[in-house]
């Protein structure tokens, strides 16, 4: 028997997608993703990016306050005993992934901790009279009458071993989530790359850091006019021009102290002293196991055809989160979709049975 719907993802879209088609009696199964080495060095492991952030101020609903209470009683003993103690502030990250987790799971969702390694999404003929196929890494072929795609996008990261080394300890993709930290707020800051994001990023951050040191591997911003005309007038923010960095400079005990860079025009290396290094060097859609089966959009990521909608290239296929949306990227906006993606399948579900 296939599946009314199917959910690839573990983000904030993907539960929020569960939460709907479940309470829409569903049934929705969800692949969350498998726990694998090699996908924790793609940074694709099950929960997404949200998972890898801190304190996550800017969820509506969750204001710093002493969640803990709530958390036990909100998720199983077991899983609180493998999470870290609550520390009095808003929800982390993962304690917020966890709640949206469960409330899934309470709402009758079944969840299967594996990847969808490729899809068929051949229209049938006739729809509804052949299910979409989906293979996953347990090696088993599911069928599934709709297809909600919520794989979400990974941060580019330059790759080093000492930027792998201070990730969560100074060293973030995301500034809008990290930013705020205390352990940014006035001391000097980097922001890698030299396109909107890295611009933004380091805008966003002058409201902590006693500096921004935008760094960029060209003498040019690749950045639109009124986003470099922001960084150039931005007291805080010193541009330092054809600069490549060497390594991310920390310890044990404070995290990231300092950034090593190379020059590309023969000038002497910099060592600077910051406690803070931003990744701004774009996101991939993780799109790989489709494999063509949608059309995505020429930066890679799942085309939305349809404004307002979720619907993408494929009737019954719907997308939701970053894996579609490279432009707010935002947990509330990605759980938003999610909403909207089970709303689209269920109206789809509807008019074709
Ligand atoms: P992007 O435009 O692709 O820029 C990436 C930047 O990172 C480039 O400057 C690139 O350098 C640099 N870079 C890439 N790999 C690097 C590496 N390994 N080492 C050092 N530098 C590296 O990506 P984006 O800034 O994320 O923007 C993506 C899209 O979203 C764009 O269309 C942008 O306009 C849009 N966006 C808009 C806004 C806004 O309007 N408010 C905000 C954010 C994003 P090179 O320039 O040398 O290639």
């Known amino acids: 028997m296939a599946e009314k719907v199917i959910i690839i993802g573990s983000g904030p879209a993907a539960w929020a997608a569960a939460i709907y088609s479940a309470r829409a009696n569903l049934r929705p199964l969800v692949f969350e993703g498998a726990v694998t080495e090699a996908n924790r060095v793609a940074g694709t492991l099950p929960l997404g990016q949200l998972a890898l952030t801190t304190e996550v101020e800017n969820y509506p609903g969750f204001p710093a306050g002493d969640l803990k209470a709530y958390l036990d009683t909100a998720l199983p003993e077991e899983k609180r005993a493998e999470m870290p103690p609550h520390g009095k502030h808003g929800a982390t990250g993962p304690e ?28 049938p003929c006739t729809h509804g009279r052949r299910p979409f196929g989906l293979f996953a890494s347990d090696g088993k072929t599911y069928e599934a009458q709709s297809v909600i795609v919520a794989t979400g996008a990974r941060a580019n990261y330059l790759g080093l071993p000492s930027e792998e080394k201070f990730k969560n300890r100074g060293v973030s993709g995301c500034a809008v989530c990290d930013g705020a930290l205390p352990r940014f707020r006035n001391k000097p800051l980097v922001v890698i790359g030299g396109g909107d994001s890295a611009v ?38 010193d541009i330092l021009w054809n600069r490549t960095v060497e390594e991310v400079l920390g310890n044990d005990r404070e995290g990231v102290t300092g950034v090593r860079l190379k020059s590309t025009v023969g000038a002497e290396d910099l060592e600077l002293p910051i406690a803070g290094f931003f990744l701004g060097i774009g996101h991939t859609p993780n799109t790989a196991f489709l494999q063509g089966a949608l059309e995505l959009t020429g930066k890679g990521y799942v085309c939305w055809p349809v404004p307002m909608r979720t619907f993408t ?20 906006t990605a759980a938003g979709t999610g909403c909207m993606a089970a709303l689209d399948a269920e109206r789809y579900l509807a008019e074709h049975e």
Do not use: W
Not at 97 to 103: D, G, I, P, T
Not at 203 to 232: G, P
């Open 96 to 123: 917020l992934l966890e709640l949206m987790r469960q409330q899934a799971l309470n709402f009758g969702t079944r969840i299967i901790t594996e990847d969808i390694k490729g899809v068929d999404f051949r229209v």
């Open 200 to 237: 933004e990023e380091a805008t966003y951050l002058t409201k902590f850091a006693s500096k921004v040191h935008l760094v960029h591997r060209r003498d040019k911003l690749r950045a639109s006019k009124i986003m470099v005309e922001r960084a150039e007038t931005n007291a805080k923010i």
């Open 313 to 332: 290239s494929v009737p019954g296929v719907f997308a939701a989160g970053d894996v579609a949306d490279d432009y707010y990227r935002q947990a509330v």
